[in-house]
T-cell receptor
Framework: AQSVTQLDSQVPVFEEAPVELRCNYSSSVSVYLFWYVQYPNQGLQLLLKYLSGSTLVKGINGFEAEFNKSQTSFHLRKPSVHISDTAEYFCAVSDRGTYKYIFGTGTRLKVLA | SQTIHQWPATLVQPVGSPLSLECTVEGTSNPNLYWYRQAAGRGLQLLFY??????ISSEVPQNLSASRPQDRQFILSSKKLLLSDSGFYLC????????????FGSGTQLSVL
């Protein structure tokens, strides 16, 4: 069965520090991988996606993620965070065959001044 | 351009009453359609998804059901609501053949009292 695990429910980090938000998935089939961001009182916005090709994908707002097939991971990184990055981040997996699209439980990133 | 409409925005229903939430997509054909429930700390829980008229995949056994009577219409229903059905319900669509980015409706806040 397909599943997505975001181990960290909350991540506090100081402004201008690097951050990594972890995402692991399990699936018996080929998948596409995504990160979405939800700012306070707003809808979900696509941050980046991995469909094929280079395992390092770059997204909006300076975020990037690396697909690691052997570790079934898709961790999100940013070298220097800003206060405005405070939001909830969701990892998602889409089944290439059935279009089933599931999300992790989310990680709340809180950037501290 | 494509748009998604979801209504109502808020709904207060007594326990045991029926439910019908509607979602329609404009500007595209044969979209993949999804119903999610978002709860704090639990991310987005996939409830149902559909890849075509009359084709519904159910992910969570519960007293909710979904139907797709027309290509761009997706309905979430219940015959008798439970207190545990309270939550924020989101409809979403993606364009086949690749389930890439999801486009979300504005959501329905359901309170069952």
């Amino acid at each position: 069965a397909q599943s997505v695990t975001q181990l960290d429910s909350q991540v506090p980090v100081f402004e201008e520090a690097p951050v990594e938000l972890r995402c692991n998935y399990s699936s018996s089939v080929s998948v596409y991988l995504f990160w979405y961001v939800q700012y306070p009182n707003q809808g979900l916005q696509l941050l980046l996606k991995y469909l094929s090709g280079s395992t390092l994908v770059k997204g909006i707002n300076g975020f990037e993620a690396e697909f690691n097939k052997s570790q079934t991971s898709f961790h999100l990184r940013k070298p220097s965070v800003h206060i405005s990055d405070t939001a909830e981040y969701f990892c998602a997996v889409s089944d290439r065959g059935t279009y089933k699209y599931i999300f992790g439980t989310g990680t709340r990133l809180k950037v501290l001044a | 351009s494509q748009t998604i409409h979801q209504w109502p925005a808020t709904l207060v229903q007594p326990v045991g009453s029926p439910l019908s939430l509607e979602c329609t997509v404009e500007g595209t054909s044969n979209p993949n359609l999804y119903w999610y429930r978002q709860a704090a700390g639990r991310g987005l829980q996939l409830l149902f998804y559909s890849v075509g008229i009359g084709q519904i995949s159910s992910e969570v056994p519960q007293n909710l059901s979904a139907s797709r009577p027309q290509d761009r219409q997706f309905i979430l229903s219940s015959k008798k609501l439970l207190l545990s059905d309270s939550g924020f319900y989101l409809c979403a669509w993606s364009a086949p053949p690749v389930a890439e980015k999801l486009f979300f409706g504005s959501g329905t806040q359901l309170s069952v009292l």
